[in-house]
């Protein structure tokens, strides 16, 4: 099927391999993946600004009995939902004598420290100063000025998406131990794709590189279905600011459609190692009829998004870990 076939895009969603290349077969990809290429894509989007804007989470995981915590380049941070669902945001170590916020209930909006009651409602108390915090309707936002080092910005820089009414989103969360920058790298070599992941995809050609202000790689691959059914889709990969790079399908079944890679820095493990958060928002759009039947059945399709997405980090986080590991040790050849 040819991607500029509108008419039979629409009938047809898929396409059958007629002449399938065997794993070991498939055209390498090796000399196109250039590392300066893929170096010099990763510099361009580390200077790009983030107005110290960091992914900590799903908005819908941030509810109103618990806080979501989690510890942003080495800052604990705590953030719930006050009693009209507004989002608050701060310290996540109780300013009185220290104890972990993370354990502490939510009770009607105001957040209670376990250890002696001191009550936190998102105003600053004793000590306690809320942080600027961003739902863009999809993920979660909090804005670190001291670790981020930037100027800041008063919202985050949040890719366009498909209209949230007519999307379905899943989120995805993992971690590993590397930086931002392998996460980043990672995805900034589409070439791996078909090697990489081939239960996944086939048949990908990076046509070629998107200039500025966008600036990244278009892709032609087919999403593997099952035995020789495919869907083939044209994709723009773009780093819009230097944690996140985003998957856009352009042309194909659900254009419009974004898959968006966010890299959180978590801080050291017990070996001193970076960690890092991958967050990964899948916002899946189509003008076909049946794809409302799919919003309302959401809950039902975003565990088994997330565990596509799940399998696919699991090889991709190796690849991110690895290269953290050869870039700490002096060994890595890009």
């Known amino acids: 099927m040819r991607l500029d076939d509108p008419g039979r895009r629409r009938r047809f969603p898929l396409s059958l391999r007629r002449r399938p290349v065997p794993w070991d077969r498939q055209r390498p990809t090796w000399r196109e993946a250039k590392p300066a290429l893929i170096a010099e894509a990763l510099k361009r989007s580390q200077a790009r600004p983030s107005g110290n804007w960091y992914v900590v989470g799903a908005s819908r995981d941030v509810g109103t009995e618990r806080p979501l915590a989690l510890t942003v380049a080495g800052q604990e941070i705590v953030v719930w939902r006050r009693a009209d669902r507004r989002l608050v945001a701060g310290p996540g170590i109780c300013p009185h004598l220290g104890a972990p916020l993370r354990d502490s209930p939510v009770r009607c909006g105001t957040l209670v420290c376990h250890w002696h009651g001191l009550a936190l409602d998102g105003a600053a108390a004793a000590g306690w100063e809320p942080l600027p915090v961003h739902d863009d309707g999809v993920l979660v936002w909090v804005r670190l000025d001291e670790p981020g080092g930037e100027a800041p910005l008063d919202a985050p820089v949040v890719p366009p998406r498909p209209t949230a009414g007519r999307a379905l989103s899943a989120v995805y969360v993992g971690i590993g131990v590397c930086e931002p920058e392998d996460v980043v790298a990672n995805r900034l070599d589409p070439w791996h794709g078909a090697w990489y992941h081939p239960y996944s995809f086939v048949d990908l050609t990076v046509t070629g590189a998107v200039r500025a202000p966008e600036d990244g790689f278009t892709v032609d691959v087919s999403f593997k279905v099952?035995?020789?059914?495919?869907?083939?889709?044209?994709?723009?990969?773009?780093?819009?600011?230097?944690?996140?790079?985003?998957?856009?399908?352009?042309?194909?079944?659900?254009?419009?459609?974004?898959?968006?890679?966010?890299?959180?820095?978590?801080?050291?493990?017990?070996?001193?190692?970076?960690?890092?958060?991958?967050?990964?928002?899948?916002?899946?759009?189509?003008?076909?009829?049946?794809?409302?039947?799919?919003?309302?059945?959401?809950?039902?399709?975003?565990?088994?998004?997330?565990?596509?997405?799940?399998?696919?980090?699991?090889?991709?986080?190796?690849?991110?870990?690895?290269?953290?590991?050869?870039?700490?040790?002096?060994?890595?050849?890009?």
């Open 226 to 334: 099952a035995g020789r059914l495919v869907v083939p889709v044209r994709a723009v990969f773009t780093a819009p600011e230097p944690r996140t790079v985003v998957m856009r399908i352009v042309e194909g079944e659900g254009a419009g459609s974004v898959v968006e890679t966010h890299a959180t820095p978590l801080g050291a493990d017990e070996r001193g190692r970076p960690r890092t958060a991958v967050v990964e928002a899948v916002v899946a759009a189509s003008g076909r009829p049946g794809f409302a039947v799919a919003r309302r059945a959401a809950p039902l399709l975003r565990p088994l998004v997330r565990a596509a997405a799940g399998r696919l980090w699991r090889d991709d986080l190796a690849y991110a870990e690895r290269r953290w590991e050869l870039r700490s040790t002096g060994r890595f050849p890009g």
